[in-house]
């Protein structure tokens, strides 16, 4: 097998461990696996005696056996991470100590990575209580080789040199690549914690059909527009009311479009339509278009006088008027709206009511057409 595909395999059992905790303790648990395999190698060139290598072996062989179990089950249950833990720390690690010289070896090192896995792979009150133990049950080792030396197996000096240069080595080697990998799987967790909360709250703020800001977030930014100077954050500054001009359209005959060629080509036109007044927008210049409700939409557009507001909107009109649709040859859809200044209302309730009854002024004139003003409407004769 080769190592291209040795590395396609372990990708492919990564992928298939859903939560992050999963791939820490995967990690953590190969780590393991290679480090005691290195220590077995080590204890086999040197020399040592059969209880280092029986404890270096149990140590591949235990960690060996969590870690298919982990990969058959996809994530790891609370007991694997405690027995994991426990194992390590109160039975092979101080096994080992004294199986490799004591304190005349570089085990004492590998204690770091008892604490560390310790502390990186249990939760709760699990965590604390046997990072505690472990911790006094090391020192009891340190202090049981100190008044009993006889308890450790003796080992030559060339073995003692070579024992704590390895030891050092594979210790800083295994807490540094664990430390990258928790870091990495962190990082790449956070970003996808970051999309997801970016898609929330884009879905928040979006209308689903059109794509267009919903009314909520409309009536958000429009009530920035109306707010002082002194009450916007400086985020939001750019929403002023100076230049500001509201447009509100609506899409003229839709029941009957809606009647005739069924809801699907319906959608279809509201979505088409957002997407032509969407194009018209500067998002630069804080402009916007919205869904305020049904077939009905907004924009909010800067410019410098009413007469530019008006060709731009004018513009849209003619956009929407001008499409083909390949659904209905020869269909011609419009749309009527109407257009107030922000600056001449100091309300923005009132400037939604008046631009709402200019757009159905257009409508009761003929339908396909702009209003900028609101006629006086004749009492009715009797």
């Not at 190698?41 to 209880?51: E, G, H, N, W, Y």
């Not at 096994?95 to 896995?117: E, K």
């Not at 009905?296 to 499409?323: G, I, K, P, W």
């Not at 631009?355 to 004139?365: E, F, G, I, T």
Request: with cysteine; aromatic share 8%; proline share 3%.
């Amino acid at each position: 097998m080769s190592i291209r595909s040795i590395k396609a395999h372990a990708a492919q059992h990564w992928n298939t461990i859903g939560s992050l905790d999963g791939r820490v303790y995967v990690a953590v648990l190969a780590t393991g696996i290679l480090t005691a395999a290195c220590a077995l190698v080590m204890s086999v060139v040197q020399r040592m005696s059969p209880v280092a290598l029986v404890s270096a072996c149990a140590c591949v062989v235990w960690l060996t056996v969590l870690l298919i179990l982990c990969l058959r089950r996809r994530e790891p249950v609370p007991w694997m991470r405690t027995a994991s833990v426990c194992v390590l720390n109160f039975v092979l690690f101080p096994i080992a100590f004294f199986a490799f010289g004591g304190l005349d070896s570089g085990l004492t090192l590998f204690y770091l990575l008892g604490l560390f896995n310790a502390a990186v792979l249990l939760r709760g009150r699990t965590r604390g209580i046997v990072f505690f133990i472990s911790f006094f049950e090391m020192l009891a080792t340190l202090h049981l080789d100190r008044v009993c030396p006889s308890l450790a197996m003796p080992i030559t000096e060339a073995q003692r040199y070579h024992n704590i240069k390895l030891s050092l080595l594979l210790a800083g080697l295994s807490l540094v690549s664990l430390t990258g990998i928790i870091l990495r799987e962190y990082e790449a967790e956070r970003a996808r914690n970051l999309e997801l909360m970016e898609r929330l709250r884009s879905m928040s703020t979006r209308d689903a059909l059109s794509g267009l800001y919903n009314r909520r977030e409309l009536s958000r930014r429009l009530d920035l527009v109306y707010k002082k100077p002194q009450e916007r954050s400086l985020r939001d500054d750019h929403l002023k009311r100076e230049g500001c001009y509201i447009a509100m359209f609506d899409v003229d005959n839709f029941k009957h479009l809606n009647d005739t060629y069924g809801h699907q080509f319906g959608d279809t036109v509201l979505s088409t339509v957002a997407q032509k007044l969407s194009e018209a927008m500067t998002p630069k210049t804080a402009e916007f278009a919205a869904r305020y409700g049904g077939e009905e939409f907004v924009c909010l557009m800067y410019a410098d006088s009413m007469d530019d507001a008006f060709r731009r909107t004018d513009a849209m009109r003619q956009s929407v008027a001008s499409l083909a649709w390949r659904d209905v040859p020869g269909l011609t859809v419009t749309v009527s709206g109407g257009l107030i200044s922000c600056e001449a209302y100091d309300q923005l309730k009132r400037a939604m009511l008046d631009v709402d009854k200019m757009l159905y002024q257009a409508k009761r004139s003929g339908k396909n057409q702009i209003a900028t003003e609101l006629k006086e409407e004749k009492p009715p004769e009797f």
